[in-house]
């Protein structure tokens, strides 16, 4: 059945179907997750970046809008575009949430040296736009690790 027949056969529904379309849709409404989780309710890879992002501004001194408006932003739509592929280039299904986080911030903040040393103006929404360099530069830190999917032992050293 199509969305125009569905839509059409509406006024046709008996009380106890409308009813039944009610619940339904009630039950879909409440199970609609925020933009920060995803659907096993665990933080999604855009919040967690934009979050990073807006943490590594701050610490730096540099512009730190909210996530909100980051989220608000032109420069999200492309993000959310980049982001998949970053996840997919660095192997994730190899680390942990924590570990993920680490290698992460680690990323940016190599990322975000780089382009101070390029002698660009950085803002959250530079980061965001930049963030398809993130295992590019990791590989240039970190020679092989990417490709050998231990990315986790970035952690390990950046801890001891």
């Known amino acids: ?15 106890s179907e409308i009813r039944d379309l009610r619940a339904r849709i009630d039950f879909l409404l409440k199970g609609e997750k925020s933009h920060n989780e995803n659907k096993n309710g665990e ?15 701050r610490d730096h001194g540099l512009e730190s809008r909210p996530v909100s408006a980051l989220r608000s932003g ?10 998949p592929q970053v996840m997919d280039s660095l192997n994730t299904s190899l680390l942990d949430n924590r570990q993920l986080r680490a290698v992460l911030r680690i990323g940016l903040d190599i990322t975000l040296r780089m382009l101070i040393t390029m002698g660009v103006p950085v803002s959250a929404s530079v980061l965001m ?6 295992p590019g530069v990791l590989d240039t830190e970190f020679p092989s690790l ?3 999917g231990m990315l986790k032992l970035i952690v390990r050293y950046e801890n001891e």
């Not at 027949?5 to 008996?14: A, D, Q, R, Y």
């Not at 736009?129 to 993130?134: A, D, E, M, V």
């Open 1 to 15: 059945m199509t969305y125009k027949e569905i839509i059409f056969s509406l006024p046709n529904l008996t009380g």
């Open 43 to 57: 933080e999604s890879l855009e919040s967690m970046l934009l979050e990073l992002i807006h943490r590594l501004c």
């Open 74 to 83: 032109n420069s999200y739509n492309a993000f959310v575009e980049k982001v």
């Open 129 to 134: 736009n930049q963030i398809h360099r993130i």
């Open 146 to 148: 990417r490709e050998a």
